[in-house]
Nanobody, 126 residues
Framework: QLRLVESGGGFVHPGGSLRLSCAVS????????IGWFRQAPGKEREGVAC????????NYADSVKDRFTISTDKPKKTVFLQMDSLSIEDTAMYYC???????????????????WGQGTPVAVLA
């Protein structure tokens, strides 16, 4: 069964950086997409960034463009989310999810993603 495990969350001050990882196991295809989503306390879950594994193309939410970078170690099937210039508004539980198959550039529509990890918390505190 396909499995995703997030790691790398933690506490950071405003302006700081964190790097999240999402390890994907039991995916026997290169035609998949990985999305990062987040849910802040009292708010709905929202898309952050996604990556089309076969081509390396990416998509970002406007709120994180130029601050977050999604990348992949393709042989290890691990996707990273480098988060820089973090602000208090970035505090949330961060989840990765997989869309399989993916034969076009990825989007941040949650309903496209069928498998989700358990999440890793990010707290940006002054």
């Amino acid at each position: 069964q396909l499995r995703l495990v997030e790691s790398g969350g933690g506490f950071v001050h405003p302006g700081g950086s964190l790097r999240l990882s999402c390890a994907v196991s039991r995916v026997n295809s290169d035609y998949y997409g990985i999305g990062w989503f987040r849910q802040a306390p009292g708010k709905e879950r929202e898309g952050v960034a996604c990556l089309r594994a076969s081509r390396g193309t990416t998509n970002y939410a406007d709120s994180v463009k130029d601050r977050f970078t999604i990348s992949t170690d393709k042989p290890k099937k691990t996707v990273f989310l480098q988060m820089d210039s973090l602000s208090i508004e970035d505090t949330a539980m961060y989840y990765c999810a997989v869309q399989l198959p993916l034969l076009r550039d990825c989007k941040l529509d949650q309903e496209d993603y069928g498998n989700w990890g358990q999440g890793t918390p990010v707290a940006v505190l002054a």
